[in-house]
């Protein structure tokens, strides 16, 4: 089979200036700045080694729809081995791991952004999540260690005919004439009408967004023949997950399963496929986009969906299983502080040591979590100078207040300093009545409601838990109080246990 004419010096010269062209009048469209630095901003902060834990459950926790996927990810067989449901986000990134939280964020920034647009980039974008899942289904059957991997590189294949619907529908519109009436293939189609291909647009824009070099590495076809080895599979798979979306879901019937039939027979050998193994691979597609839309909130013609589906591949035998499990909405309130204990007593006594900052940061996740705080801090108390320092801090405005906190623990300082000596818990809500002292100590704080909840190990008081509220909010009750106080008990015990020898926690 030849492959494309190779372009002149002066051609490819023409070709680099129109794509430059093309990106200028993109940079210049109301939303894609912000957008660009939004996902900018995550593809590098997920990129960098150093990224803490707690940042990284910072960035999630503000994305509703991120953190239910990365729960329902966290929860699914591949990640969760031990049948314990995992409720908290801390939990489910350090199971995860940065690089998979990196793509699950990438995929469904793309989507909620431009999804939303028009009824014909609504469909792109399906199609997009679409080969997302079918690629990550396809990673799990043959062998591809980086699932994720593979459904960020599926996510973003066709992105460069998203951005060109979006941003120049005009040229759009005459690509897809094109294509109809002249029976061109996409490919020439967006030559003839851009000066370059989809690709093109996509690997710039994807240098731009910080985006990995295996997403951009994918958006090339893939070499012939591949390389061997599980490694080396990701560009055939992706390239298989996109055309059996297109097969299936943008061609007719009878013209799907003849592009279905000869997939299978390209493909089938090197990827361990038959045509019984697509049919299934598709419905496995379906109920992975379906559960995704669900979590986004985003209504989904699915009927319609499923009729496409079935016409393409009645011929195929077995009918299709329509069942599909949803990870519920994370919990919150104090659903979310009972939940979230139950992991941690889980995690202290699982006997596997103990990542004491990785409690830390469950244990704050749970304080912020239940509606209560803006902002939550972990203190360590240092002996000499009785003062408490910010350690670890989550929440809007966290790192600023755990830069500047300083609590002395000191008899006459306050309702404060007072708890801590007397190691007793203190939740303070304008909501409630107030002491005059307990009321000035929230005026001079800026805040409407605060928390103190001091750690004690070995009857030693070592930091306490913090948290803060500026303006209204949740109103704590009794039920609140106690459930917010049990954490501290917690943060003692996985501080108390994390001292010991490896070899005295083994043996309880």
């Known amino acids: 089979m030849s492959g494309p004419i190779p372009l002149t010096a002066g051609q490819h010269t023409l070709k680099q200036q129109r794509i430059a062209a093309c990106l200028a009048d993109i940079r210049r ?37 991120l953190t239910l996927k990365i729960l329902r990810t966290a929860n699914s067989a591949h990640y969760n081995r031990s049948g314990k449901p995992i409720l908290s986000v801390s939990h489910a990134i350090a199971l995860l791991g940065t690089e998979a939280i990196r793509n699950l964020a990438a995929g469904l920034l793309l989507f909620e952004h431009y999804h939303k647009r028009s009824p ?32 960020i590189c599926g996510m973003f294949h066709n992105l460069g005919e998203v ?27 967006a030559s003839r009408t851009l000066g370059f291909t989809y690709t093109d647009l996509a690997l710039a824009v994807s240098r731009e967004w910080n985006l990995p070099e295996r997403v951009t590495e994918t958006m090339l076809p893939p070499l012939h023949p591949p390389p061997q080895g599980r490694l080396h599979l990701l560009p055939t798979l992706v390239a298989f997950s996109h055309a059996l979306t297109q097969a299936v879901h943008r061609s007719n019937p009878a013209a799907g399963r003849a592009r279905l039939k000869r997939l299978t027979a390209e493909f089938g050998v090197r990827l361990g496929l038959d045509l ?38 009645e011929n195929l035998s077995a009918p299709l299983d329509r069942e599909g499990m949803l990870f519920g909405s994370p919990a919150c309130g104090d659903s979310a502080l009972e939940d979230l204990s139950r992991e941690i007593e889980w995690v202290l006594s699982a006997g596997n040591g103990v990542d004491l900052n990785k409690l830390l940061l ?44 300083r609590l002395t623990a ?5 309702p404060l300093a007072a708890a801590l000596l007397n190691r007793r818990s203190l939740l303070l809500s304008t909501d409630v009545a107030l002491t005059q002292e307990e009321a000035q100590t929230l005026r ?65």
């Open 29 to 65: 469209r109301p939303d894609f700045p912000a957008f660009a630095h939004q996902i900018s901003h995550l593809m590098q902060a997920l990129a960098e080694e150093e990224t803490s834990l707690r940042r990284l459950t910072s960035l999630i926790l503000k994305n509703y729809s």
């Open 120 to 151: 014909g980039l609504k469909q792109l974008m399906l199609l997009s999540l679409l080969t997302a899942a079918h690629a990550r289904e396809l990673a799990a059957r043959t062998g591809y260690p980086r699932r994720e991997e593979a459904y």
């Open 163 to 189: 951005l060109t619907a979006c941003y120049l529908p005009a040229q759009y519109a005459s690509i897809l004439l094109l294509m109809t009436e002249r029976r061109l293939n996409e490919t020439e189609a």
């Open 276 to 313: 019984e193994s697509v049919r299934s691979l598709v419905q496995a597609g379906l109920v992975e986009t379906r559960e995704t839309f669900s979590i986004l909130r985003v209504p989904l013609d699915e009927l319609r969906l499923q009729k496409q589906t079935e016409a393409v591949l």
């Open 362 to 405: 469950m244990i704050l996740e749970a304080m912020y979590r239940s509606e209560v705080f803006d902002r939550v801090l972990f203190c360590l108390l240092d002996p000499q100078t009785e003062t408490l320092h910010g350690r670890l801090s989550l929440g809007d405005g966290a790192e600023a207040l755990r830069a500047r906190f």
């Open 410 to 414: 000191a008899a006459g300082a306050g």
């Open 444 to 508: 001079r704080q800026d805040v409407s409601c605060l928390g103190l909840f001091p750690i004690v190990v070995d009857d030693v008081l070592v930091g306490c838990l913090y948290g803060e509220r500026v303006g209204p909010g949740r109103n704590p009750d009794t039920r609140t109080f106690e459930l917010l106080n049990r954490l501290r008990y917690l943060a003692g015990r996985a501080i108390a246990l994390s001292r010991r020898p490896l070899r005295d926690r083994t043996r309880e």
